[in-house]
């Protein structure tokens, strides 16, 4: 029956592209409403476990290591298997996860149940909203993985209050059951209607695919551009979505590539001004006189900024390129986060944290479509997952990092000056990627 619905829609007026990427936009509002909501609950799970907030934080930690590092993992096999079952058993396991984590009783069980169980269900969840969209979008790309990852923004501005208001009037261990029934029967109505690719549901795709329009259809076996046009290596199928997933050999081409190694360390040094504005903003801010409020002021204008960014930046990236829009977007989280360091009045910090939110924005609406341009969409989900472990490396190492920094210095501002520099350095990494792989 899901099928016969699915096929219906898809013989309407409107491409049936795009309600996949609302089913991957409800599915990115899930994972990052369940991951950043966990602060509103850390006061409540310190109070419980009576253990200190380094321990608990640590919990926080495993959950972004497993997230996406578990990404790198399940991609290959979201690739074989399809989008719809990874929906169906990340679901069940964020369930379980969350269930586990408001009945556990001492710390390993809450490392257990959130830092592992829930954790891989969203690992799950996260390759199948990030990376499924560009299988059915080609002029659009950007724009609709702009759409689809704008979850981020309004998961967190929904699932935050949302806890606070459950936590008041139960207390957090019923709120994460709610958290859990709600978050499933979301992702179960995006698993409905969800696909692979055009091919699943016979869309037509000529207004996405015209004749040799598709970045990647040009590349040869080895997704060099060649221009001849007759490709038969991993970026064959373009126009139609089909994706049986990528060979080990594939797959051992594709991450040897100086192209592929590029954009990896790229992404680690330009996220890394990512997790210390989340991590340490809050604390920079109390440190020079503006007050805790204030920083948490700043680090929110970055969430709610982020939102309509992606949803307006996807849109020029389409008509710019998108490559070349990302490198910018990285460039400019490096230098506003530098500026930061620099910032004389509240206004000018909350003003950067706005800044930084329209670049993150722009970036985070790009990253798969970049893999795809730079890489083709056959196996997207594998390449993208493995790109991801660049994510829990600069998760991992940063936040600690710049708190070693600052208690070594006494002062934030040479850290955010030399995580300003790392992400510069990473922009011109990616560039250098994309000049690698023929699309700058």
């Known amino acids: 029956m899901a099928f016969?619905?699915?096929s219906r829609v898809a013989a309407g007026p409107f491409y049936y592209g795009w309600?996949?990427?609302?089913?991957?936009?409800?599915?990115?509002?899930?994972?990052?409403?369940?991951?950043?909501?966990?602060?509103?609950?850390?006061?409540?799970?310190?109070?419980?476990?009576a253990a200190s907030r380094a321990t608990l934080s640590l919990v926080f930690g495993?959950?972004?290591?497993?997230?996406?590092?578990?990404?790198?993992?399940?991609?290959?096999?979201?690739?074989?298997?399809?989008?719809?079952?990874?929906?169906?058993v990340g679901a069940l396991l964020l369930g379980a996860g969350l269930v586990g984590t408001s009945q556990s009783t001492d710390l390993l069980g809450l490392f257990l149940a959130y830092g592992v169980v829930a954790a891989l269900?969203?690992?799950?969840?996260?390759?199948?909203?990030?990376?499924?969209?560009?299988?059915?979008?080609?002029?659009?790309?950007?724009?609709?993985?702009?759409?689809?990852?704008?979850?981020?923004?309004?998961?967190?501005?929904?699932?935050?209050?949302?806890a606070t208001w459950l936590i008041d009037r139960v207390d957090w261990r019923m709120a994460y059951v709610v958290?859990?029934?709600?978050?499933?029967?979301?992702?179960?109505?995006?698993?409905?209607?969800?696909?692979?690719?055009?091919?699943?549901?016979?869309?037509?795709?000529?207004?996405?695919?015209?004749?040799?329009?598709?970045?990647?259809?040009?590349?040869?076996?080895?997704?060099?551009?060649?221009?001849n046009g007759d490709d038969e290596g991993p970026y064959a199928d373009e126009a139609d979505g089909t994706d049986g997933g990528l060979s080990v050999s594939r797959v051992l081409t594709i991450v040897r590539t100086p192209g592929f190694l590029l954009v990896l360390g790229g992404w680690i040094l330009v996220y890394s001004t990512l997790y210390l504005v989340l991590t340490h903003l809050i604390l920079y801010a109390?440190?020079?006189?503006?007050?805790?409020?204030?920083?948490?002021?700043?680090?929110?204008?970055?969430?709610?900024?982020?939102?309509?960014?992606?949803?307006?930046?996807?849109?020029?990236?389409?008509?710019?390129?998108?490559?070349?829009?990302?490198?910018?977007?990285?460039?400019?989280?490096?230098?506003?986060?530098?500026?930061?360091?620099?910032?004389?009045?509240?206004?000018?910090?909350?003003?950067?944290?706005?800044?930084?939110?329209?670049?993150?924005?722009?970036?985070?609406?790009?990253?798969?479509?970049l893999v795809a341009d730079l890489f083709g969409r056959e196996g997207l989900s594998t390449t993208y997952g493995l790109l991801s472990v660049s994510f829990a490396v600069a998760g991992l190492l940063t936040p600690y990092l710049a708190a070693r920094g600052r208690e070594a210095l006494g002062t934030y501002t040479p850290v955010f000056v030399v995580v300003a520099a790392a992400g510069i350095l990473g922009a011109g990494l990616i560039a250098a990627g994309g000049h690698y792989q023929g699309e700058l």
């Open 4 to 6: 016969d619905v699915r």
């Open 19 to 49: 309600v996949v990427a609302v089913a991957c936009f409800l599915t990115a509002a899930v994972v990052f409403g369940a991951t950043y909501s966990f602060g509103v609950f850390f006061d409540a799970l310190v109070a419980d476990f």
């Open 62 to 88: 495993l959950q972004t290591f497993v997230l996406y590092v578990g990404a790198a993992a399940l991609g290959g096999l979201i690739d074989r298997y399809g989008v719809r079952p990874a929906l169906v």
């Open 121 to 162: 269900g969203m690992s799950a969840l996260y390759v199948v909203a990030y990376a499924t969209v560009p299988r059915w979008f080609g002029r659009r790309r950007g724009f609709a993985n702009g759409l689809a990852t704008s979850g981020l923004g309004v998961g967190v501005f929904f699932a935050a209050p949302a």
């Open 179 to 227: 958290f859990a029934a709600v978050f499933v029967a979301v992702l179960l109505v995006a698993a409905l209607f969800a696909g692979d690719g055009p091919a699943d549901v016979g869309a037509d795709t000529s207004a996405e695919f015209p004749a040799g329009y598709e970045p990647g259809s040009e590349r040869d076996g080895d997704g060099i551009a060649d221009g």
């Open 286 to 369: 109390t440190d020079v006189g503006f007050g805790r409020a204030l920083g948490a002021l700043a680090v929110s204008v970055v969430g709610g900024t982020t939102t309509l960014a992606r949803l307006g930046l996807g849109f020029v990236s389409d008509r710019v390129g998108r490559v070349r829009l990302f490198v910018g977007c990285s460039l400019g989280m490096a230098v506003s986060t530098g500026l930061m360091a620099f910032a004389g009045t509240p206004a000018l910090l909350v003003a950067l944290g706005v800044a930084f939110g329209i670049c993150y924005g722009g970036n985070g609406a790009l990253l798969s479509p």
